[in-house]
């Protein structure tokens, strides 16, 4: 697969994060980054950046669609974040909740 081709596929696994973010389908979301990342390794395992190998408009069409996945990953923080925050707040407000229990439940439990 070409580079381009492997930056065309990119775009198309961002485009259905972002639909799969809107949709809270976390599942689907992992498997479609873990997909992607694949493919990122992919491109770095192989020939240098700066290719001579592309012709300019081939640089100019990839630079376009690394411009389009990062919006799209901005798209996907935008809707996950809130979501991961809360998160955040529920999993350290249960934490000082035990640990609470712990440090004060032996005084707290009837004999």
Do not use: C
């Not at 973010?21 to 992919?42: C, G, H, P, V």
């Not at 950046?49 to 012709?55: E, V, W």
């Not at 609470?100 to 004999?111: C, E, L, N």
């Amino acid at each position: 697969m070409s580079d381009l081709a492997q930056f065309e596929a990119m775009l198309q696994l961002s485009r259905q994060m972002v639909d799969a973010a809107s949709a809270n389908d976390w599942d689907r979301l992992l498997a479609l980054e873990k997909a992607e990342a694949e493919l990122r390794e992919t491109l770095r395992s192989g020939a240098p950046a700066g290719d001579s190998t592309l012709s300019t408009e081939e640089r100019e069409r990839i630079g376009g669609l690394i411009r389009e996945i990062q919006a799209d990953h901005a798209k996907v923080h935008d809707i996950v974040g809130p979501w991961l925050s809360s998160v955040r707040q529920l999993l350290a407000h249960q934490t000082r909740e035990r640990s609470v229990r712990k440090s004060y439940g032996a005084f707290t439990q009837a004999p």
